[in-house]
């Protein structure tokens, strides 16, 4: 007797339970995949397997759907492995213990992988079914989402004749996923020179800062320490004499960065003017954030008069014109959802080495020509100090569809269900059904999923009842 065997719909909790004895994090998917193949050979379905184990699974039609479109499930393999510090678990070969609390199941001390497990499962179980009715279903199931959309980056799926797709990787009941953005990181040198140069070293700081996701809280009005510092260096450089020596901050180029500290040498004679106009500029940075980012300060710590290696005056001079001209944060807005950013770009590291100055991107926009047009605006300002980019993890956007049909279908059985509206969101973010859109023609396509909380987290949990809900509106979806 399973955990979840009591629960329904039987059929869902039964796959999603063997599931979850399957250990499947991202890159080590071939146990799970090679289950979904023994199924599709158990119960006589055609089915592929490729290098990177994802699987295509197809089911023909039943009596009567067989003029139907078809209608092409996806959703992904692997999922992100959390624990508890006290809790002992090997991710690579132990179970996951499953427990219930009220409407919710949830692993005890980790993540559960609702997240995308419930796909796999509502998947299996419309394939093992002999009595529900549905046109031709094609079952795509990736790998290596978690960890970059590599499985949907790879795939082949030219055997599948499906342009009808619902993708079941959402986690919000009642909201219909229409939209996402594409994305690239761009990484960016300035070349700068060196000389020695005398003076008082002191360590300027940025911090205090909440960060967040370069995409989906770009539009929260944070500050970027990266960014704020270099126009901090501005502002100090037109009131006294100082030289730049070292400029670090953030980790990766898709979170807003929290922390930046960049090296400067001062004159002593010029302490009192500097001290002065940092003071001033204090006050700025907080009138200007002070809502949105509430504990962010400058502080400064004296260090060692002496010489030192510090960027000559002329390159000091284009890293400061360098900040002030390129563009960061929101660029443009939807024109079709309301409050959902297009197109943005977040400078999440910077870095002064020996002769360059590098600083990486995460550049996003729902509209892949807008987010080419902004690369291209990105090369021209570089090119004025001869700085130089690469270009690298492009993946296509997801563009809204203002006349999607499989939408209004679905937003037509979602009002007969439940007599509400579904809400349509898009978000700017890469998903995979962008990938899926680049790669199959004319594609239709919808995100949805059952209430899921605190996914990637040790208190992951998912409704019963939300899972019960969303497969009976699938279901009937299945039936238009
Ligand atoms: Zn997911």
Known sequence: MGVLSHLEPKE?????????????PSYKEEKISDYCMKFAKDHGLTAYQDEQKNVIMIKEATKGYEDKETVVLQGHLDMVCQKTPDYEIDFLNDPLELEIDGDYVQAKGTTLGGDDGIAVAYG???LASNTIPHPRLEVILTTGEEVGLIGATGIDVSM??????????SEDEGVFLAGCAGGASVAVSLPVQRAEMEGQLCEITVTGLIGGHSGTEINKGRANSNVLLGITLDHLAQQ?????VSFAGGDKDNAIPRETKAEILIQPDEKQAFYAALEEYNQTIKAAFGQSDPGIKVIVEEKAEGTYKAVTQEGFASILQYFKEMPNGVQAMSKDIEDLVETSLNMGTALLKDEEMCMGYAVRSSVDTEKEKLIAKMREI???WNGTMKVSGQYPGWQYNP??????DMIEVFERLYGRKPVVEAIHAGVECGLFAEKMEGLDCVSIGPDMDDIHTTEERMSISSVK????????VLKK
């Open 12 to 24: 869902v909790f039964h796959y999603f339970e063997e599931i979850c004895q399957i250990p499947h």
């Open 124 to 126: 299996l179980a419309l």
């Open 160 to 169: 599948c004749k499906g342009r009808r797709m619902i993708n079941l990787d």
């Open 240 to 244: 006294c004499g100082i030289s730049l």
């Open 382 to 384: 570089l090119q004025k």
């Open 403 to 408: 006349d999607s049909k499989l939408r209004e």
């Open 469 to 476: 809900r969303v497969w009976e509106f699938l279901l009937e």
